[in-house]
């Protein structure tokens, strides 16, 4: 980092304050509280029910037996001493503590019989599972603490591609079983499986279905690692949660929910290794912890699509603070199934380091729902392989492109708004500091609901590309520094009203500073910055007029 760079990360990093607008009052000044469980003192050791740390034994009867007696008698510490402990599926009880020991490993059996197939919930819509390893639902005050590691066994239940391991390690995985795709390019762990995967809808519990229904997909329904569904006062508190079959954390319609110096860890390469997801959940603490994910990293959901909206739960109060995210596919991450709405939630003094995007909000026509009231400040990044901040609503979609639209090839894509319109607003990020990029801000809504109340401010993005708005209203950048390679444009706009600009600094003799494109294009004002050190500063293509931008 040059010292330049330096010096402008000092200049432009300070804290302010930010208000909600509207519902309860929160402010950084005003956090959300959250609850946790209190538990009684009385330890009762797996040990004492028969249980054997030789790494062979199944203690899943053992450990149930001990959760079910602590519970019974008031609750308190169930206790996973030192050792190696295979087990099956265990469900959790209200009032119980289960420790994992620091010398512990908790490691949940690969023998899929152990996991009989449950209705349960999967990307926002109800699904036959198998059983996940760890599991609560309905209970009150629970917690998993300890400084133990928590294993899946996630490696015997994920398919993966052969272009994502090593020769020998292909070749390790095609000889442990199961069976390889017609064009030799996948590996599943067995034929039910592969049928699974190919077929349409897989575990989608409809009506009239019961889990019966999937037994011959049974291996291809992968559980998440620890799933808690309306579940009050919750505590996770230090172990290592790692080698999940699919996600590794979700939280389902929970509510004071304390998430405390975890480490999760999942292969990079794991399919749908998400780190944690909360789901239409309410009081949420995540802090102090560790992701290392195949997918998203810290993720907030609330449902998808019409099943989402019927349900109405949005995830609201949270705060996720002081967290670490590496490898994943974003840091900090809202939806895309994200149907019952996010709001009120704060995330700030963390780092993502080599993640795909850093803070990544998407959704697509279809899921409805609004995200509101976020409020990000002072996150670091390092080697962001695409967007440091990225605000999509056309994931997994492809819009036609303005010059198709604007030459007629392509009829504009403008869908009256319904229910099924989702919305991004009222969002805050400031203070931010991103030192390797693909690209530093990239915003697109939709046309028929722009993005809007977008405020972006003190920044310093080391990217090989500036910033990108598209169908997007009411978007202000203040204090923000693009140290780019590609400056051409430093800041492209499309079909976008109601910007602000104010002390945007960039690459001395940058070849364009704005491209503004698109007759929906209009007020666009430019303020202390110096638009003198570009090449040129302003072209206006597909209907834009020049008259759009104020630039001073």
């Known amino acids: 980092m040059t010292g330049i760079l330096r010096c402008a990360i000092i200049n432009l990093l300070f804290a302010g304050t930010v208000m909600a607008q509207g519902g309860p009052d929160y402010s950084w000044d005003h956090l959300p509280s959250i609850a946790r469980p209190v538990f009684p003192k009385d330890t009762f050791s797996i040990i ?80 036959a599972r198998c059983q996940s390893p760890l599991s609560g639902t309905d209970l009150e005050d629970i917690a998993i603490t300890g400084g133990g590691i928590i294993d899946g066994n996630g490696d015997a239940w994920r398919w993966i591609a052969k272009d994502r391991l090593t020769e020998g390690e292909w070749r390790a995985r095609v000889a442990s079983g199961g069976v390889v795709t017609e064009d030799g390019k996948t590996w599943f762990p067995s034929a039910s499986s592969l049928k699974g995967y190919k077929t349409k809808d897989a575990g989608v519990l409809k009506p009239g279905m019961s889990t019966d229904d999937f037994k011959d997909i049974r291996d291809f329904l992968r559980p998440n690692l620890l799933v808690l569904t309306h579940c009050t006062r919750v505590l996770l508190d230090g172990p290592t949660f790692q080698n999940s079959p699919a996600w590794c954390l ?42 290392d ?66 803070l990544r909000f998407k959704t697509v026509r279809g899921r409805g729902g609004v995200v509101e009231k976020i409020y990000v400040r002072n996150i670091s990044m390092r080697n962001i392989v695409h967007q440091a901040i990225f605000l999509d609503m056309y994931y997994f979609a492809k819009p036609p492109s303005i010059a198709d639209v604007y030459s007629g090839v392509v009829k504009a894509d403008v869908p009256p708004v319904t229910e099924g319109t989702p919305g991004f607003r009222d969002i805050h990020i400031s203070n931010i500091v991103c030192d390797g990029a693909e690209e530093g801000i990239f915003v697109r809504g939709l046309p028929e609901m722009n993005i809007s109340d977008i405020y972006l401010d003190n920044m310093v993005l080391k990217a090989a590309k500036g910033a990108e708005l598209a169908e997007a209203q009411r978007v202000h950048l203040a204090n923000i520094r693009l140290v780019t390679s590609d400056t051409d444009p430093v800041i492209y706009v499309e079909n976008s ?56």
Request: include cysteine; proline fraction near 3%.
């Open 293 to 358: 994910a195949g997918d998203d990293g810290i993720c907030v959901k609330s449902g998808r699509d019409e099943e989402g909206r019927k349900r109405g739960r949005p995830t609201e109060n949270m705060i996720v603070r002081n967290d670490i995210v590496y490898r994943a596919h974003g840091g900090f991450v809202i939806g895309s199934e994200m149907s019952g709405g996010a709001r009120n939630i704060f995330v700030y003094d963390c780092s993502f380091i080599g993640t795909d995007i850093g």
């Open 250 to 291: 979700h939280t389902l319609l929970c509510e004071d929910l304390s998430v405390h110096d975890v480490h999760v860890r999942n292969p990079w390469n794991a399919a749908n290794g998400d780190g944690i997801d909360v789901e239409s959940c309410k009081n949420v603490l995540v802090e102090n912890s560790t992701f």
């Open 497 to 552: 009203s109601q910007l602000t600009f104010d002390h945007i600094g960039y690459n001395k003799g940058a070849a364009l500073l704005f491209s503004i494109n698109g007759d929906k294009s209009s007020d666009i004002k430019v303020t202390a910055t110096d638009g003198s050190q570009a090449v040129r500063k302003a072209v206006f293509q597909f209907g834009a007029a020049e008259q759009t931008l104020q630039l001073n």
């Open 48 to 127: 004492s029910y028969g249980a054997v740390p030789d790494g062979i034994t199944l203690n899943t009867k053992a450990i149930d037996e001990a959760i079910a007696d602590c519970s019974r008698k008031g609750g308190g510490v169930v206790l996973v001493p030192q050792g190696l402990w295979s087990t099956g599926p265990i469900v959790l009880r209200s009032h119980v503590n289960l420790h994992i020991d620091r010398a512990a490993i908790l490691q949940f059996t690969s023998d899929f019989d152990q996991y009989p197939i449950v209705a349960g919930n999967w990307e926002g819509h109800p699904a």
